[in-house]
């Protein structure tokens, strides 16, 4: 069964210590200076504006790097992202604490399956075709979030607002003729699946770790930082000696990614047994 998930595109930046002093040291890496005071003046906008009218704010989809970007603005109560479902990748931010407001809003995210007409004469389907499809109809990106492909289906996470046009509009990707229907939530078969695995290391290294979940030497996985094909957060980590945070998701690109989930113990000779959840 293939089972696919549109990745965003990532910044730079080098995660050594706190994720905030890492923004505002690397923020020419991650994006322009210009572009990263434009976004964090509209999320601070938003946070106040919130707290000002006692609404819930909401911004389109944003990367990791985003949504790290903008929990810095506010508490933690009163920012939140989400992007349709678990482990999504691009994910709206919610300003706006229920407690203080008073009640519960959902994200305006319509989830859009599009699916062949005739699956026995249809193109086999890629994210890149469902994305190239998209694309062409003029919209922005931002208004899309993750897409993820099973079973020669995509599966789209939306703006609300825009569902409408999507709808109207989309009716063959590739050569192959598709119809379009909206679901309640991303289908049980069609989310992200883990392998659940135990992984003894001497040191919390990601280098170390990045070895032993895709079995490969010790000089192979530092490599992959060098040419930042590491990924944390969404953001590149060029230091091989990082230590991941507990519920760090790591992207290798070529190879995949993980969750890390902790130390589960320490063994007699000082070695660390971590757990960690493979995307599979």
């Not at 992959?224 to 953001?235: R, T």
Request: charged content about 30%; overall charge negative.
């Amino acid at each position: 069964m293939d089972h696919e998930c549109l990745r965003a595109p990532a910044g730079g930046v080098d995660l050594k210590t706190g994720t905030l002093v890492l923004l505002e040291q690397n923020r020419d890496s991650m994006m322009d200076s210009d572009h990263y005071e434009a976004e964090k003046k509209r999320f601070r906008e938003l946070y106040d504006r919130a707290d000002r009218t006692g609404l819930f704010q909401f911004t389109d989809f944003h990367s990791q790097q985003g949504v790290v970007l903008a929990e810095t603005v506010g508490a933690a109560g009163a920012v939140s992202a989400w992007g349709g479902f678990d482990d999504a990748e691009r994910k709206m931010v919610r300003f706006g604490d229920p407690d203080d407001i008073g009640y519960e809003e959902d994200f305006p995210i319509t989830v859009i399956r599009i699916e062949p007409k005739v699956q026995k004469y249809a193109d086999k389907l890629t994210h890149r075709d469902f994305l190239g499809t998209l694309m062409n109809l003029g919209i922005e990106r931002s208004v899309l979030g993750d897409i993820i492909v099973y079973e020669n289906t995509g599966y789209l996470m939306a703006c609300s607002r825009i569902s409408a046009f999507l709808m109207d509009n989309i009716s063959q990707v590739r050569h192959t003729a598709v119809k379009l229907s909206i679901l309640d939530s991303l289908p049980e078969e069609a989310r992200p699946r883990v392998k659940h695995m135990d992984v003894n290391v001497s040191s919390l290294r990601l280098d170390g770790m990045i070895a032993h979940v895709f079995h490969l030497s010790r000089g192979e996985s530092k490599a992959l930082f060098s040419s930042e094909k590491v990924y944390i957060k969404g953001m590149p980590a060029k230091n091989a000696a990082v230590e991941p945070d507990d519920g760090d998701i790591i992207s290798v690109h070529g190879h995949g990614k993980f969750r890390f989930c902790g130390v589960l113990h320490e063994t007699k000779r000082g070695h660390y047994v971590v757990g960690v959840e493979r995307f599979v």
